[in-house]
């Protein structure tokens, strides 16, 4: 597996779609997947715990990188047996790749925006499923956001029919 470029509205299709994958490292945008924009630190912290919960099953993963462009940090970074777990705020994705350049192959970036996390992907010659939930109630920067990346998605499809945004 590498590159490639999927849209898939549901949590629990992009979880299912990972393990079909057989990626070793998952990278995971925090905002909306793990807990929504502007919420509280609890709801970060379980957040976290409910999806590592769910990946602590996988049997490939090696690596789980929680990477967002805010501020927000966790309480505290949960341990997983046999899984190195990362968190990184101030990110700078797509930029910065740096700590992503010796994690496991291969590996899926999992993100709302295709202008940050689908072009990081690409960058890591990573697979991109793209978290897609409806827009409702979506903060207006990351919706803007969400409009731009319209302009990305032919280069990540790579050939693959232009889904609906």
Same mark, same amino acid.
């Given at each position: 597996?590498?590159?490639?470029?999927?849209?898939?509205?549901?949590? @629990? !299709?992009?979880?299912?779609?990972?393990?079909?994958? *057989?990626?070793?490292?998952?990278?995971? !945008?925090?905002?909306p997947?793990?807990?929504?924009? !502007?919420?509280?630190?609890?709801?970060?912290?379980?957040?976290?715990?409910?999806?590592? @919960?769910?990946?602590?099953?996988?049997?490939d993963?090696?690596?789980?990188?929680?990477?967002?462009?805010?501020?927000?940090?966790?309480?505290?970074?949960?341990?997983?047996?046999?899984?190195?777990?990362?968190?990184?705020?101030?990110?700078?994705?797509?930029?910065?790749? *740096?700590?992503?350049?010796?994690l496991?192959?291969?590996?899926?970036?999992?993100?709302?925006?295709?202008t940050?996390?689908?072009?990081?992907?690409?960058?890591?010659g990573?697979?991109?499923?793209?978290? *897609?939930?409806?827009?409702?109630?979506?903060?207006?920067?990351?919706?803007?956001?969400?409009?731009?990346?319209?302009?990305?998605?032919?280069?990540?499809?790579?050939?693959?029919?232009?889904?609906? *945004?």
């Amino acid at each position: 597996m590498t590159g490639g470029y999927e849209r898939l509205p549901e949590r @629990d !299709d992009v979880l299912r779609r990972v393990t079909q994958l *057989a990626a070793k490292t998952i990278i995971i !945008d925090v905002e909306p997947l793990i807990a929504w924009w !502007d919420t509280s630190q609890e709801s970060l912290d379980q957040g976290i715990r409910a999806i590592l @919960d769910r990946i602590r099953t996988m049997p490939d993963v090696s690596v789980v990188c929680f990477a967002t462009n805010s501020g927000r940090r966790p309480a505290a970074i949960p341990a997983v047996a046999g899984i190195r777990v990362m968190y990184l705020s101030y990110a700078r994705k797509p930029f910065r790749t *740096a700590p992503y350049r010796t994690l496991p192959r291969p590996g899926v970036v999992i993100g709302d925006q295709a202008t940050t996390d689908g072009i990081l992907a690409s960058r890591l010659g990573y697979a991109f499923l793209h978290y *897609a939930p409806p827009l409702r109630g979506i903060p207006l920067r990351p919706r803007l956001m969400h409009y731009c990346g319209r302009l990305v998605l032919p280069a990540l499809n790579r050939g693959r029919p232009q889904p609906r *945004a």
